[in-house]
């Protein structure tokens, strides 16, 4: 869901600096000055213009970096972009990281899942939810920071201040290699996510424990600041019409991605999380997971597609949930959350796979479990997930299989071997196998499902 590598600048202006004193060591008597007009007697609805953002930049680059314990090794390029313009640039960028194919094999492995809703125009869905409160953000493939300057002056400084630490963060680690590291699977691109913007997120702390890792607020002077972030991040994305899956994946980035910096910054003294990232969504929800090193297993694309290929299946799409996403997809099935922490823990990985053969279309949900009681704990919560909808599934060895859609069209032999074969042991680091063939998707898909 390479759409979310644009590090957004949601607003976080409810707890952010509104009322702080604009009073920051080391301005010129120029930009104390500005500063001052903007915040204290600036008209709400003044808005800066290209020279005062430049020279706002050049304030708070530096100390952005002091903050973040980064330096600031070049200055960051920047463009004030009309609200107008926004819609172009987020299509551009969606065809650029999450092509058309790409969307549509989502779409539909996701509906039959039950993760959408059966009708959505995805597109529709990701412009209005991407474009509808944006500040501002940076793109780290454009390396531009990008300022909506429709917005109000005080949030375009805040929102600035936010994606100027990405920037420096890029500058220090390369978000963009960071985040194609994590190509088609959203479980540990989210998890990237997480980090990146729960590393920014420190930027909000109190001056006095905002700085590295032995300095970071104990829990219960940090949790206030959760719970406001939560409910303004939460109220910018509920006044959308995306499936809650994706609202609650623009929001799981800020809140869990500062939890788990805490978390570990309360561990380590280093801060290494964006030199070596976590490779879940479960090593994010249980850091202890994280510093045990605990890796998911991977269900390799390719011995599974050379299985369906066998029997004339194609493989269109394919992904990986995590801990995350299976949590959301009972809770959408609203099962309450005691169930819910019994159902998806002990998640070992998983796989996506969405199947095409004479225009029938079979999603498959291949799961490993750490003990084969955390798999028939999942399968028996799944299974009454989906009491009266068209799927099966299957397990064996703490392997479960759910297939969904037009499953009545995979021969037993098949689904045996989906659930039995034994997966190849791990390839050379070296073999890419990501590059599995979803360009057949077009071709095989010549009518609607
Ligand atoms: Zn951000």
């Known amino acids: 869901m390479a759409f979310l590598w644009f590090l957004a600048g949601i607003t976080i202006i409810g707890f952010s600096r509104a009322d702080a004193d604009p009073d920051i060591d080391g301005l010129s008597a120029a930009e104390e000055a500005l500063l001052k007009q903007l915040t204290m007697m600036g008209d709400p609805a003044e808005k800066l213009d290209e020279e005062q953002v430049q020279q706002l930049m050049k304030t708070l680059l530096p100390q952005v970096a002091a903050r973040l314990g980064l330096t ?148 219960t002077q940090s949790d206030g600041l959760l719970e406001q972030l939560a409910s303004s991040v939460a109220e910018q994305v509920d006044q959308s019409q995306a499936p809650p899956l994706l609202t609650k994946r623009l929001i799981f980035p800020y809140t869990e991605g500062l939890k788990f910096i805490r978390s570990i910054a309360k561990q380590n003294s280093g801060m290494q999380t964006l030199r070596d990232p976590p490779r879940s969504t479960e090593q994010v929800l249980h850091p202890q997971k994280y510093e045990a090193r605990e890796e998911p297993q991977v269900v390799p694309v390719a011995w599974l597609a050379t299985l369906v290929q066998k029997e004339g299946w194609a493989l269109s799409y394919h992904n990986v949930l995590g801990e995350w996403a299976t949590r959301v997809y009972f809770e959408l099935a609203g099962m309450p959350a005691g169930e819910i922490d019994r159902a998806a823990s002990g998640w070992g990985g998983d796989g996506i796979f969405l199947l095409t053969k004479d225009n029938h279309l079979v999603t498959t949900w291949i799961s490993t479990w750490d003990s084969l009681q955390d798999a028939s704990e999942f399968q028996r919560a799944y299974v009454k997930s989906v009491e009266r909808k068209a799927a099966t599934s299957a397990s064996a060895a703490g392997r479960v299989v759910v297939f969904c859609g037009e499953s009545q069209h995979l021969s037993a032999d098949l689904k045996w071997h989906l659930v039995n074969d034994p997966f190849p042991p791990k390839a050379a680091p070296t073999i890419d196998t990501s590059a599995s063939p979803h360009t057949s998707f077009d071709a095989t898909r010549s009518s609607k499902p």
């Open 72 to 219: 600031a090794q070049q200055p960051v390029p920047f463009k004030l972009l009309r609200r107008y313009e926004l819609k172009a640039i987020l299509l551009k960028s969606f065809d650029r990281d999450f092509p058309p194919a790409k969307r549509r094999g989502m779409t539909i492995a996701y509906q039959q899942l039950g993760l959408f809703p059966p009708s959505i125009d995805l597109d529709r869905v990701l412009i209005d939810l991407y474009s509808k409160e944006l500040a501002g953000f940076y793109d780290p493939f454009e390396k531009t920071l990008n300022l909506i300057a429709e917005t109000p002056a005080l949030e375009q400084m805040v929102t600035l201040e936010h994606e100027l630490g990405h920037a420096l963060q890029d500058q220090a680690f390369d978000l963009k290699q960071l985040l194609l590291a994590a190509v088609d699977n959203d479980d540990q691109e989210l998890a990237r996510m997480a980090v990146i913007e729960g590393d920014v997120l420190r930027l909000l702390l109190p001056e006095e424990s905002r700085g590295v890792a032995s300095d970071f607020p104990d829990e």
